[in-house]
């Protein structure tokens, strides 16, 4: 949202975390810098500017509102347990398909960090090998230009070479203090480049 700027990002949080949207400082501080131009919250999450029953509702609930980008994930308050299958983002897989189906144009925004301490993190999280597994319709992975994509297409998803926008700098400029793990997100140049692909992936898609 930083990167691009633009007046057609909504945001959709899921009820896989916390509930109450009002929860995020990080949402609250991208609506007041108008990164985000609505947000909406489903199933039992809610304070949204929208609220709809499921994924797909709130994904056309923002389409309708003028949202023609929509970043889905859950808010603050994610769990994992150091297993192949026990966490929240797990739900991606399902929210993927079935908007895929319906004919969305989706792309999964790839966890990698070359900061994070625990190893089944690091580089690539195995978190991404669990959730492409389990998507049964074929989605698009932005990639930086040059990176490995062979556990991409060996899982039967579409890698897509990008050439990241510069996160970086795109936090310096809004001012948004954002950490992972407690660590400054800006100084995970592995992180800034995966996340640089999905935007840049984001801005030319239909």
């Known amino acids: 949202a930083a990167a691009l700027s633009s007046s057609?990002?909504?945001?959709l949080m899921t009820d896989q975390a916390a509930l109450p949207l009002a929860l995020s400082d990080l949402v609250a501080d991208l609506t007041r810098a108008e990164l985000i131009s609505k947000t909406a919250t489903v199933g039992q999450a809610f304070g949204g500017q929208l609220e709809a029953i499921s994924v797909p509702s709130g994904v056309a609930a923002l389409m309708d509102n003028g949202c023609n980008q929509i970043l889905v994930a859950a808010g603050p308050g994610h769990v994992g347990t150091?297993?192949?299958l026990g966490f929240s983002a797990m739900e991606l897989a399902g929210h993927a398909s079935v908007l895929r189906a319906l004919g969305a144009e989706v792309a999964l925004c790839v966890r990698?960090?070359?900061v994070d301490e625990r190893e089944r993190h690091l580089g690539i999280s195995h978190?991404?090998?669990?959730?492409?597994?389990?998507t049964p319709a074929q989605v698009s992975v932005p990639i930086p230009r040059g990176a490995d994509i062979s556990w991409i297409t060996e899982l039967g998803h579409t890698a897509c070479a990008e050439d990241p926008l510069d996160i970086e700098n795109a936090l310096k400029v809004t001012g948004l203090e954002i950490t992972s793990m407690g660590k400054p997100l800006s100084?995970?140049?592995?992180?800034c480049s995966y996340l640089g692909?999905?935007?840049?992936?984001?801005l030319r898609a239909p």
Do not use: F, N, P, V
Not at 8 to 11: P, T, V
Not at 127 to 134: Q, V
Not at 187 to 191: I, S
């Open 197 to 202: 692909a999905a935007a840049s992936w984001l």
């Open 8 to 11: 057609q990002i909504g945001y």
């Open 112 to 114: 990698a960090s070359d």
């Open 187 to 191: 100084r995970d140049l592995l992180a």
């Open 82 to 84: 150091s297993s192949d």
């Open 127 to 134: 978190h991404m090998t669990s959730i492409l597994k389990a």
